[in-house]
Nanobody, 120 residues
Framework: QVQLVETGGGLVQPGGSLRLSCAASGFSLDFYIMGWFRQAPGKEREGVSCIGANGTTYYGDSVKGRFTISRDNAKKLVYLQMNNLKPEDTAVYYC??????????????WGPGTQVTVSS
């Protein structure tokens, strides 16, 4: 019943932009912290960004100034605008929902992920 589905991934050249969307269903989005994570081949999953129910945001150091997280609770949508993309941004990007904090172990729900590839 609870579901998160990411869309918007694809192939983009370095310096380009993509906007990822996360559609939520089966729970009340307005009571959850929403986050984006990513995992590159052979590497551990890392936090990209999270946004609280009150709109407070956090960004990982590697994406500050380039990525922007936003949410629309009424539409049950979360976005990740990614600008000035770099090859090291290549990864599977996951949307997740947490009832507690932005710590990865607190996330209750996860989407299946969407592939982002940054290459010339």
């Amino acid at each position: 019943q609870v579901q998160l589905v990411e869309t918007g991934g694809g192939l983009v050249q370095p310096g380009g932009s993509l906007r990822l969307s996360c559609a939520a269903s089966g729970f009340s989005l307005d009571f959850y912290i929403m986050g984006w994570f990513r995992q590159a081949p052979g590497k551990e999953r890392e936090g990209v960004s999270c946004i609280g129910a009150n709109g407070t945001t956090y960004y990982g150091d590697s994406v500050k100034g380039r990525f922007t997280i936003s949410r629309d609770n009424a539409k049950k949508l979360v976005y990740l605008q990614m600008n000035n993309l770099k090859p090291e941004d290549t990864a599977v990007y996951y949307c997740a929902a947490s009832f507690e904090t932005c710590v990865v172990t607190d996330y209750d729900y996860w989407g299946p992920g969407t592939q982002v590839t940054v290459s010339s």
